[in-house]
């Protein structure tokens, strides 16, 4: 089975060993086990003799009871048996189209995006269509060009709330709409950067809302704990559940056992880790915001949630071109936008270390000073 090169995870893991600035990460400045004990106000002598006499076998096969409870209380309407425990959202996404998308179906997804939204489905030799967010319409998706795409063949909408790369969010009202014209097609939404929104809103799920929502989520961005490998399905259409869960018998049978206990134990604590985590996106966004308002040659739209900006440049070099010398010229690790289907911009990762983000931008800077000489 062909697939195409997954351009992000790619370019991520050939160059970010080798920065100096990495402004490219699109989690909430990770988390060490320490650093989760002293926000959860958790003693770690008893945390670890309380786990070290645990038996490490396979564990609960679908996810532990404490994690899935957890999980629960992010949203409004689900029950335990709503939710699968996955290895990360990457195993989650990839578990549901394995699940449900057989050859010749249509699936539409929203660019730009993860790029596993179409590319695995492409891979299963579904018929993916996309459905373009465009800066003019601040990254948000249209009705009529959805419409348009909708056949009877359609097995999938897939949507991604908030949305990386360009950190909009899909307003209550158009989701709304959006539901209307799906009449009944299942509608996967990644829901990864879900809460972290600018404004304390806390984006409402396609699983609150729609019967054939599937949500998508994770422990990494939302939590900061990327190590723990740790996601989630979560559907009220149990049909949904029990093809996923068929499948995931010859895929992973069960998660770690001792991730799922460190995951349950920062879902417990989750309003302190989201709140530390809005008090970053906010402090940094600033600093971002700040920096693109005196740029000649840099433009965004601001980003209303998550840890991603896209970044506009007006000059006439590819994007590849521009994030490589920008690499090997000045040490700043940023994301080609041809690594979402487009150009002429980069995807930033603001949510990082806070010095690391003002030294990338004053070099971002310098770079653009430098391409300016240069006359391109
Ligand atoms: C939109 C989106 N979905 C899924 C993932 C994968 O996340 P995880 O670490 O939970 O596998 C990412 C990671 O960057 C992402 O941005």
Not at 44 to 49: M, N
Request: hydrophobic letters at 35%.
């Amino acid at each position: 089975m062909e697939i195409k090169t997954f351009k992000v995870e790619e370019w991520m893991n050939e160059h970010e060993k080798t920065a100096i600035y990495n402004i490219a990460d699109t989690c909430v400045n990770t988390l060490s086990l320490d650093e989760l004990f002293a926000i959860t106000g958790t003693n770690k002598a008893s945390f670890f003799e309380s786990i070290s006499a645990k038996k490490l076998g396979y564990g609960y096969i679908q996810g532990s009871p404490d994690y899935k409870n957890g999980i629960c209380k992010l949203y409004k309407n689900l029950r335990p048996e709503n939710i699968i425990s996955t290895n990360g959202a990457a195993g989650a996404n990839y578990l549901t189209f394995y699940s449900l998308v057989n050859p010749g179906d249509r699936v539409i997804s929203v660019t730009p995006t993860y790029q596993q939204l179409y590319s695995i489905p492409e891979s299963f030799n579904a018929d993916v269509q996309y459905l373009h967010l465009k800066p003019e319409n601040n990254f948000l998706p249209d009705l009529e060009e959805l419409k348009a795409l909708i056949t009877k063949n359609t097995k999938l909408i897939c949507l991604n709330n908030p949305n990386n790369p360009s950190g909009a969010t899909i307003p209550d009202e158009l989701l709304k709409e959006i539901i209307e014209v799906a009449d009944g097609v299942h509608i996967l939404c990644d829901e990864v950067y879900r809460g972290l929104s600018q404004d304390n809103s806390y984006q409402t799920s396609i699983t609150d809302i729609y019967e054939k929502g599937i949500s998508i989520c994770s422990m990494s961005k939302i939590f900061s704990l990327a190590g723990l490998r740790q996601g989630w399905i979560a559907s009220r259409d149990m049909s949904v559940i029990q093809k996923c869960l068929g499948h995931r018998e010859y895929n992973i049978i069960s998660c770690g056992v001792l991730d799922e206990i460190f995951a349950a134990h920062a879902l417990k604590n989750a309003d302190k880790i989201i709140s530390r985590n809005k008090r970053i996106i906010k402090e940094n966004l600033k600093i971002l915001d700040d920096w693109i308002n005196r740029q000649k040659h840099y433009s965004y739209v601001k980003p209303k949630a998550g840890t991603t900006a896209l970044i506009f440049y007006d000059f006439n070099i590819s994007s590849e071109k521009f994030c490589e010398k920008l690499h090997k010229e000045k040490g700043v690790f940023v994301t080609p936008g041809f690594c979402f289907e487009m150009e002429n911009c980069a995807r930033i990762g603001y949510a990082g270390e806070k010095d690391e983000l003002i030294n990338g931008l004053t070099k971002l800077e310098e770079f653009a000073e430098e391409l300016e000489s240069t006359g391109l």
